[in-house]
């Protein structure tokens, strides 16, 4: 059975820290590049970073260049996002999600996780 | 404000058809495919089309989608109640050089 679970969601004040896990099963981890796509509440999905199959290759929103970080472990089928100096605007449920492109042309995510939720308040 | 717009509210009636537009520029849809997302309450978003108009395997031929210049959409025929879901649309944009998606679309059960 196919599974992405997210971990490490919580609650920190602005300026703060958080670090989110998904592992992954049931296919071949080492050979997609995976996402990050977040939901602030009550709104729509906002893709938040992806990281090619050896972790070489890696983008990031604007919004977040500095200050979150993707990585990978293929040993342990996991992906990984370190948030550093969060803001307000950042809280959000995090899903992670198997990312499938071509190009830029063809894009989509065909498998997602069940999300984590990461909320930044004082 | 999403770049790709979609309305947000929809609604029909059990076994009647739905139509949901997404709207976008020459930068997003207009030169690249276009995939669609069901997110049920509570849950994650699923796949629901991709490549424009290609339905992963497990999902039912009454989910369609189509493309037309700037603007595709997503057709559910026979609709159920299991169909209420916000729907999202999303795209590569090239200006922004990022993944764009729909504000998302709401849709109800009369």
């Known amino acids: 059975e196919v599974q992405l679970v997210e971990s490490g969601g919580g609650s920190v004040q602005p300026g703060g820290s958080l670090g989110l896990s998904c592992t992954v099963s049931g296919f071949i981890f080492r050979s997609f590049w995976m996402s990050w796509v977040r939901q602030a509440p009550g709104k729509g999905l906002e893709w938040v970073a992806n990281?090619?199959?050896?972790?070489?290759?890696?983008y990031y929103r604007d919004s977040v260049k500095g200050r979150f970080t993707i990585s990978r472990d293929n040993a342990k089928n996991s992906v990984y996002l370190q948030m550093n100096s969060l803001r307000g605007e950042d809280t959000a449920v995090y899903y992670c999600?198997?990312?499938?492109?071509?190009?830029?042309?063809?894009?989509?995510?065909?498998?997602w996780g069940r999300g984590t939720l990461v909320t930044v308040s004082s | 404000q999403s770049v790709l717009t979609q309305p947000p509210s929809v609604s029909a009636a059990p076994g009647q058809k739905v139509t949901i537009s997404c709207s976008g520029s020459s930068s997003n849809i207009g030169n690249n495919y276009v995939s669609w997302y069901q997110q049920l309450p509570g849950t994650a978003p699923k796949l629901l089309i991709y490549d424009n108009n290609k339905r992963p395997y497990g999902i039912p031929d009454r989910f369609s989608g189509s493309k037309a210049g700037t603007s595709a959409t997503l057709g559910i025929t026979g609709l159920q109640t299991g169909d209420e879901a916000d729907y999202y649309c999303g795209t590569w944009d090239n200006s922004l050089s990022v993944v764009v998606f729909g504000g998302g679309t709401k849709l109800t059960l009369l």
């Open positions: 990281i090619d199959q050896d972790g070489t290759e890696i």
């Open positions: 999600a198997r990312d499938r492109h071509y190009g830029v042309s063809f894009w989509y995510f065909d498998l």
